[in-house]
């Protein structure tokens, strides 16, 4: 039996995945969208809407954006696809120009042989 990894998030992240979840149940509901409507249009079971609204960090990156575009939720500062992939070329300028692998930095290595 492969042993099973339990994973911590931090504090942020759990408060975040809330919020996230938590205006996407405020916006289906405004729209008068049932949980099960959102789940078709997600191509998901009614079950992952539901954990996505209750902000279960667990729930795919793609299935939390997909939602928010369905409902028109803005997750950044543009407002518009422009914006958005304008924003995404300039952080893959960026990217760039730093190194393709991270490494780890050197330590000073301690002479205490005395």
Known sequence: MPATRKTSYARYTLAAAK????LIQ??????RMTAQELAERLG????TV????L???KVE????????TILG?????????????SRADDVGKQLALLPK??????????DDDF
């Open 55 to 57: 902000g279960d960090p």
């Open 101 to 110: 692998y991270a490494r780890p930095t050197k330590q000073a290595v301690v």
């Open 61 to 68: 990156l793609g299935i939390a954006f997909e939602a928010c």
């Open 19 to 22: 919020l996230l979840g938590e």
């Open 26 to 31: 405020l916006e289906r509901k405004s729209r």
């Open 50 to 53: 539901l954990r996505l609204e």
């Open 73 to 85: 939720i803005h997750l950044f500062e543009q407002q518009d696809l422009g914006g958005l992939v």
């Open 44 to 47: 998901v079971a009614r079950g």
